[in-house]
């Protein structure tokens, strides 16, 4: 209850006001901007990857002139100069279709028996020169894990102590170890893989072998998790305060 004693509550100043108000506007655009200028970026680089590997009669300016009947030189005076009604195109994304389309088109011939036999043929040369095969068989296993075999993905998330007891870790499941490796370790049961990513790049990390007894799996999703290690820790799954009591 207040008094006629109890000091009136300060309001706060102009400036506190606006501040406040700037912040919370910076909180709202900047993760739509920077989404914005990722994929502007991305696809001006793609766009400034495949433009150098396109004919110049595919060109867009070739095209649209070509349409248009303006040719690219003219004759003046006797001299072939380039022609000033020229139109220059600079149309961002058209790379970025050509690259789908492309890749499209390759895939569905690597899938066909002529396309096989071909691949077979090249990755038998490539397989014959020495420091050309180490490069291509990293990035062929690289390509197929991420991109080739996307249904194998991590199964679930999960807590193990790392790097020593008492010290908890955020880890993903990925398979249940086989081989020498399970054989070699003398576990009594199950031993899985677990990766361990780093903060903030959680495609870097470790790859570690646990008992399944010593993995506590979460209930977390594993999109969840991974928001967890990007953040360092800010961004809990659903906006949940880690202080908070599970109910």
Request: hydrophobic share 45%.
């Amino acid at each position: 209850m207040n008094t006629p004693f109890d000091p009136e509550p300060r309001r706060p100043s102009l400036f506190s006001r606006l501040r406040a108000s700037f912040l919370t506007g910076l909180v709202v655009i900047a993760p739509v901007g920077l989404t914005i200028w990722l994929i502007w970026t991305v696809i001006g680089w793609i766009d400034g990857f495949v433009w150098p590997l396109v004919p110049g009669v595919w060109q867009p300016d070739a095209l649209v002139n070509y349409w248009l009947g303006n040719p690219r030189f003219v004759e003046v005076n006797g001299v072939r100069i380039e022609n000033p009604d020229w139109i220059h195109v600079n149309v961002r994304g058209v790379g970025v279709i050509v690259f789908l389309t492309f890749t499209i088109f390759i895939g569905w011939i690597a899938k066909g028996y002529i396309g096989r036999s071909l691949i077979r043929y090249a990755e038998s040369l490539v397989e014959r020169t020495p420091v050309v095969r180490s490069i291509y068989s990293g990035i062929k296993q690289i390509s197929e894990t991420v991109f080739a075999q996307s249904e194998r993905s991590f199964e679930k998330a999960c807590l193990i102590e790392y790097p020593r007891q008492g010290i908890w870790a955020i880890g993903f499941v990925s398979t249940t170890a086989k081989g020498e490796v399970s054989a070699r370790a003398g576990s009594s049961g199950n031993l899985l893989s677990i990766f361990v990513p780093t903060t903030p790049n959680p495609t870097s990390g470790f790859l570690l072998f646990f008992p399944a007894e010593d993995v506590i799996e979460l209930d977390m999703s594993v999109e969840d998790a991974a928001k967890l290690v990007i953040s360092a820790g800010l961004v809990y799954p659903n906006g949940k305060d880690p202080t908070t009591p599970p109910q």
